[in-house]
Nanobody, 124 residues
Framework: QVQLVESGGGLVQAGGSLRLSCAAS????????MGWFRQAPGKEREFVAA????????RYANSVKGRFTISKDNAKNTVYLQMNSLKPEDTAVYYC?????????????????WGQGTRVTVSS
């Protein structure tokens, strides 16, 4: 079982930046695709970004494309989400998670548990 701990959230003004981190433990991190997801108040959880196990492929939700960058450091068992040009609509609790399939990760269909996440609040 993998343990995922998200951090780096906070309060930031619109136009600002934050970098989220997700530290993984419990299994071989480098063999899995990693992703970021978010859930805004009153809304369903949604996909934000994913990166394959080797770090060579990434995908983003249209709403964050060009503003957010996902990366991973297999040596540190950590995945990052650099968020620039933040907007009030980016306000949400952000979660990371894993899947053996890069293509399946964005669908969230095979994800059965979630961590506590890290809260991001963007003020206007």
């Amino acid at each position: 079982q993998v343990q995922l701990v998200e951090s780096g959230g906070g309060l930031v003004q619109a136009g600002g930046s934050l970098r989220l981190s997700c530290a993984a433990s419990g299994r071989t991190f480098s063999n899995y695709a990693m992703g970021w997801f978010r859930q805004a108040p009153g809304k369903e959880r949604e996909f934000v970004a994913a990166i394959n196990w080797g770090g060579s492929r990434t995908r983003y939700a249209n709403s964050v494309k060009g503003r957010f960058t996902i990366s991973k450091d297999n040596a540190k068992n950590t995945v990052y989400l650099q968020m620039n040009s933040l907007k009030p609509e980016d306000t949400a609790v952000y979660y990371c998670n894993t899947d053996t399939s890069y293509d399946q990760l964005a669908t969230m269909r095979r994800i059965t548990s979630w961590g506590q996440g890290t809260r991001v609040t963007v003020s206007s």
